[in-house]
């Protein structure tokens, strides 16, 4: 966990919007749980990285963002595997399904559909995915299907492009895994990260000439 090292410090809440100073980007306006006041904090970089619903994207970007498809999930229980610790990959009409185990009882099922999401999605599910589905899928498939909601979201796609404004990155949800190498002076970043829907702020400081080759727990471990 970033929070471990001792030159690193996490503060977590709702960020409102950025900051600025003319173009550039100097900061964000946050808000914390039970604390109705909003506070300031200040940097020379700031990094978004709050996801496909980004509420912040807007004020840094203009191109469009390109939804080509939804991804529409189900959570099936004691669902056999064809091979034990391997996911499965069923190349179904019109798209692909995925298959994996979460947990010794969970199997998640993510099941790609193309175009604009299905009113009837459960019927689609049936009618269309059950039959390409491998048969020891099928009953665990079958019964999450009448048991549990089915959750989508979009697979949205955003070309690169420059962010309209210094002082800032924008990154894709996940770039933000990607080991970043730091031997630096005294540095003070700003990243918003999305977490389960909700924007979370972690400030990051990094000590004056700390030799630090920060990985994802040193540096990104917060996410």
Known sequence: MASCHKSVTVIEGTVTKLLYDGNCIVGVEYTTSGVFCKKVVKAPLTIVADGCFSKLRKAL???AVCVPSYF???LLEDCPQFQWNHAEIVLGDPSPILVYKIS???TR??????????????????????????????DSFRAALYSERVRSMPNSFLPASH??????????????????????????ITLVINCYGNEYFFAVEMEKKADIKSDKAAFLGAV
Do not use: F
């Open 72 to 74: 529409s999930g189900l």
């Open 109 to 138: 099922v993510l099941v790609d559909t193309p175009g604009l999401l299905q009113k009837d999605i459960k019927g689609y599910m049936l009618e269309k995915i059950l039959p390409q589905l491998p048969a020891h899928l099928r």
């Open 104 to 106: 010794p009882k969970h």
């Open 163 to 188: 962010a309209e404004k210094t002082g800032v990155i924008l990154l894709g949800l996940y770039t933000t895994s990607i080991p970043i190498q730091l031997i630096t002076q005294d540095i003070s």
């Open 61 to 63: 970007v203009t191109e």
